[in-house]
T-cell receptor, first 113, second 113 residues
Framework: GESVGLHLPTLSVQEGDNSIINCAYS??????FIWYKQESGKGPQFIID?????DKRQGQRVTVLLNKTVKHLSLQIAATQPGDSAVYFC????????????FGKGTLLTVNP | EAQVTQNPRYLITVTGKKLTVTCSQN?????MSWYRQDPGLGLRQIYY???????DKGDVPEGYKVSRKEKRNFPLILESPSPNQTSLYFC????????????FGSGTRLTVV
């Protein structure tokens, strides 16, 4: 889930397990959401997106679920691999003409071999 | 290769010495943005540009300037850097329109002493 204070939420999983990373977003007017992955020393990398008229979208080994009722987003990673170890951010687009994305503070995923 | 290129990757400077961080993208994206990333605070938008000669403030613009004279370049200027601008900076670009994520650069780690 979202971070509190200076500490990132962390999730530690075993290689091969499924991972679920959660995100609570703030604005009920947000109409577009994206998950990003950030590896150490690199910029954020696009993983998957979802529009507000959908509640589920699948990619390769990843699924994003959107629950607009409770303003909650989750990222599911199947058969987690060591290369999935990274910080994962959700981002929301509030709409409007500037297409601004607001980022959550991230969750650190550690995959143990 | 489609990419956003930032320079330098690392920079140590002294308080008050003007500096410029360059950003260039080769994807013909209209929209470009600068973010800073700080522990516990996540990614915060500094400035953005919706096209050539069109720039606007983000959430934390104080102490920064930008320019957009050409579509591919979006430099970030610190006229008089201060220690509270020590941070990790990311440039990002995207196509105009409501959908689509940013492509991020690899980051510039700035230390102001």
């Amino acid at each position: 889930g979202e971070s509190v204070g200076l500490h990132l939420p962390t999730l530690s999983v075993q290689e091969g397990d499924n991972s679920i990373i959660n995100c609570a977003y703030s604005n009920s007017a947000s109409d577009y959401f994206i998950w990003y992955k950030q590896e150490s020393g690199k910029g954020p990398q696009f993983i998957i997106d979802i529009r507000s008229n959908m509640d589920k979208r699948q990619g390769q080994r990843v699924t994003v679920l959107l629950n607009k009722t409770v303003k909650h987003l989750s990222l599911q990673i199947a058969a987690t691999q060591p290369g999935d170890s990274a910080v994962y951010f959700c981002a929301e687009n509030h709409g409007g003409s500037n297409y601004k994305l607001t980022f959550g503070k991230g969750t650190l995923l550690t995959v143990n071999p | 290769e489609a990419q956003v290129t930032q320079n330098p990757r690392y920079l140590i400077t002294v308080t008050g010495k003007k500096l410029t961080v360059t950003c260039s993208q080769n994807m013909n994206h209209e929209y470009m943005s600068w973010y800073r990333q700080d522990p516990g605070l996540g990614l915060r938008q500094i400035y953005y540009s919706m096209n050539v000669e069109v720039t606007d403030k983000g959430d934390v613009p104080e102490g920064y300037k930008v320019s957009r004279k050409e579509k591919r370049n979006f430099p970030l200027i610190l006229e008089s850097p201060s220690p509270n601008q020590t941070s990790l900076y990311f440039c990002a670009s995207r196509l105009q329109g409501p959908l689509g994520g940013y492509t991020f650069g690899s980051g510039t780690r700035l230390t102001v002493v």
